[in-house]
């Protein structure tokens, strides 16, 4: 089965950047379209951003995007979401979701579901 694995998150003060790395197996990572969500204490999850499976289609949520970027490497069959600025309302655990529709990634239908890597910003 396939299920992605994310990495990257960690206790950060507030202007510092993280890279969140999500893995997935090789024999399907150019098969699917990847996303990241993410929930905060007590709150629902958010959509942060999605790529496609041929690193195109990149998005990332209107909420983060002049601070958040989204990159696919084939080579490491992983996909990045870069995090600068971070804010104390970035806090939350960080998911990787995969499918191969890219609709139901991006909606937080994806077949596939890490467990999530949690990211703090506090001062």
């Known amino acids: 089965q396939v299920q992605p694995v994310e990495s990257g998150g960690g206790s950060v003060r507030p202007g510092d950047s993280l890279t969140l790395s999500c893995t997935i197996s090789?024999?399907?990572?150019?098969?699917?379209?990847i996303a990241w969500f993410r929930q905060a204490p007590g709150r629902e999850r958010e959509f942060v951003a999605v790529?496609?499976?041929?690193?195109?289609?990149?998005s990332v949520s209107d909420s983060v995007k002049d601070r958040f970027t989204i990159s696919r490497h084939g080579a490491k069959k992983s996909v990045s979401l870069r995090m600068n600025n971070l804010k104390p309302e970035d806090t939350g655990v960080y998911f990787c979701?995969?499918?191969?529709?890219?609709?139901?990634?991006?909606?937080?239908?994806?077949?596939?579901w890490g467990q999530g890597t949690p990211v703090t910003v506090s001062s």
């Open positions: 979701s995969a499918d191969y529709t890219y609709t139901k990634a991006r909606s937080g239908e994806g077949e596939f």
């Open positions: 090789r024999d399907v990572f150019g098969s699917v379209d």
């Open positions: 790529i496609g499976w041929n690193g195109g289609g990149a």
